[in-house]
C-alpha cells in the first residue's frame, strides 16, 4: 500500500510539473508607437488563460518593409521568431519561400473556429493555394483628420463643411494660407507600400497591379500622379517625415492630414488643445472614392521548432490576438479596425458611438479593396522605385507627369516578373 501511494504521488507531482512547465515563444511586430499599448493591454487576459506560456517580446520591426527584410535575414540565419507581424501585402513572399508555415492544421483542430468570421479582403490577402497562412490582426483604412480650431481660420466649423474632393482639400489649403497657417495639409505619400498611390487607384476603381502588369501606365495611372501634383503644389506641402507629420499635427500645427486611421489613437494620446475630428477620405471626383485598399498586418507561424509544445503555444498566441477580447484591443488602443465581426458587433457594439474619431473607417468599410503586393522577388525594390518618383513630385524634381508615367510604369515593368 505504502509503494502504491509513493506511486500515486511521484505521478501527481509529475502531472502537476508539466502543468507548471512553462513553454516560451518568441514574437515580433512592427510600429511600436502604435502597438505597444495594445499589446500592454492583451498581455493580462493572455496570461490569465494560459499561464503557462510565456511571450518573449522582439525589437519590433521600423515598417512593413523592415518587418520584411528583417524576417528574410532570420530565416538565412535561422533565428525566426515563433510568430511574427506582417503587413498584409507582404504575406506572400513567406509563403513562396517556405518561410511561413500553413495555418490549416490548427485551424482544423478548433471546434469553434469560423473563417468566414474574418473580413474577407483580409483574409484573403493571407490565404494561398486555398489555405490561410496569415490570420488579420488588425485593418486600417485612409481618413482624413482634421483640427477644426484651425478648420474654423477657413471658415469650416461644422463636420459637413469638410472637404469631399481633392480640390475642396486644394481650395481649403488656399484659404488656411491666407489666414497665416503656415503648413495647411500633409498628406501621407510616405506611408508605408505606396498605399497612397494605391488608394488613388482604387479610389477609380484600377487595381495598381493585375498579375505582373503595372497599371500605371493607364489613364488612371495618370490622373493619379496629377492629382498628388496639384495637392502638393496647391497646398505647398512640405516634404516631411510621416513621424514628423504625425508629431506637427498632433501639436496642433496642421490643418488637414491625410492618413491611416491606424493612428487615431496615438494622436489622441498625444494631441494638445484642439479638436480632432476624422471624416470620409476625399474623392478624385465628387460622390467620393469608388474603393481604398486595406491596409493593416496578419499573423503569422514562422517557428521553426519541432517541439510540438512550442507550436501549440505560438498558435494560443496568434489564435488569441486576432480573436475575440484580444482583437477587440486593437480598436480600443489605437484607429484599427478588429479583423472579424465578433469584435466588431459583438464585443464593441457601443464603444463606435462613444468614439466617433474611431468610426470614420467603419462607415468605410463598403469600399474595401486588397492591398496588393507586387509580385516576385522584386516586391520591395519596386517600392522603393515608387517611392523615390512620389518624392520627386513633392520636391519638384518631376513636373511633367506625362514624362513620369512612361519612365515610371518602365522601370517597374522591368522589375516585375516577366511573361504575366
Not at 112 to 125: Q, S, V, W
Not at 388 to 414: N, R
Request: charged letters at 20%; hydrophobic letters at 40%.
Amino acid at each position: 500500500m505504502k509503494k502504491l501511494f509513493s506511486a500515486m504521488a511521484l505521478s501527481l507531482f509529475a502531472t502537476t510539473a508539466m502543468a507548471d512547465e512553462k513553454v516560451t515563444i518568441e514574437f515580433a511586430y512592427p510600429y511600436s508607437h502604435l502597438f505597444d499599448v495594445t499589446y500592454e493591454k492583451i498581455m493580462p487576459a493572455f496570461k490569465a488563460a494560459h499561464p503557462n506560456i510565456e511571450v518573449k517580446f522582439r525589437a519590433t520591426y521600423e515598417s512593413y518593409e523592415d518587418a520584411s527584410n528583417v524576417i528574410l535575414r532570420e530565416a538565412v540565419a535561422n533565428e525566426l521568431p515563433d510568430v511574427t507581424m506582417q503587413g498584409l501585402n507582404r504575406q506572400a513572399i513567406l509563403v513562396d519561400k517556405g518561410i511561413a508555415k500553413s495555418l490549416e492544421p490548427f485551424i482544423a483542430k478548433e471546434a469553434d473556429f469560423a473563417k468566414d468570421g474574418y473580413h474577407k479582403a483580409m483574409l484573403d490577402l493571407g490565404t494561398f493555394n486555398d489555405e490561410v497562412y496569415g490570420l488579420p490582426f488588425s485593418i486600417s483604412l485612409p481618413v482624413g483628420y482634421y483640427n477644426m480650431e484651425v478648420m474654423a481660420k477657413a471658415g469650416i466649423t461644422e463636420v459637413d463643411q469638410l472637404p469631399k474632393t481633392w480640390d475642396e482639400v486644394i481650395d481649403t489649403c488656399g484659404k488656411l494660407t491666407e489666414a497665416g497657417v503656415k503648413n495647411p495639409m500633409f498628406w501621407g505619400w510616405n506611408i508605408t507600400g505606396n498605399w497612397f498611390l494605391q488608394a488613388l487607384m482604387w479610389s477609380q476603381d484600377k487595381p495598381t497591379v493585375m498579375g505582373a502588369d503595372f497599371q500605371l501606365d493607364e489613364a488612371e495611372g495618370l490622373t493619379a500622379l496629377n492629382t498628388m501634383k496639384s495637392i502638393f503644389r496647391g497646398c505647398d506641402m512640405q516634404n516631411i517625415e510621416w513621424k514628423s507629420a504625425l508629431a506637427s499635427f498632433s501639436a496642433g500645427e496642421i490643418g488637414m492630414m491625410y492618413w491611416s486611421t491606424s493612428a487615431v489613437g496615438a494622436v489622441e494620446r498625444s494631441m494638445g488643445d484642439f479638436t480632432l475630428v476624422t471624416n470620409e477620405y476625399p474623392g478624385i471626383v465628387a460622390g467620393g472614392p469608388l474603393g481604398l485598399p486595406a491596409g493593416g498586418n496578419s499573423a503569422m507561424l514562422t517557428s521553426t521548432s519541432d517541439d510540438p509544445k512550442v507550436l501549440d503555444a505560438a498558435w494560443e498566441w496568434l489564435k488569441f490576438i486576432t480573436s475575440g477580447e484580444g482583437a477587440a484591443e486593437v480598436a480600443r488602443t489605437t484607429g484599427y479596425m478588429p479583423p472579424n465581426q465578433a469584435a466588431n458587433e459583438i464585443i464593441l457594439k457601443d464603444f463606435y458611438s462613444q468614439n466617433p474619431a474611431k468610426a470614420t473607417a467603419v462607415r468605410q468599410l463598403p469600399l474595401l479593396r486588397d492591398w496588393q503586393a507586387y509580385p516576385g522577388d522584386n516586391g520591395l525594390a519596386v517600392t522603393q522605385v515608387i517611392y523615390d518618383a512620389i518624392e520627386g513630385i513633392v520636391t519638384g524634381e518631376y513636373d511633367d507627369m506625362e514624362e513620369l508615367q512612361t519612365e515610371l510604369s518602365e522601370e517597374v515593368q522591368d522589375l516585375l516578373p516577366a511573361g504575366s
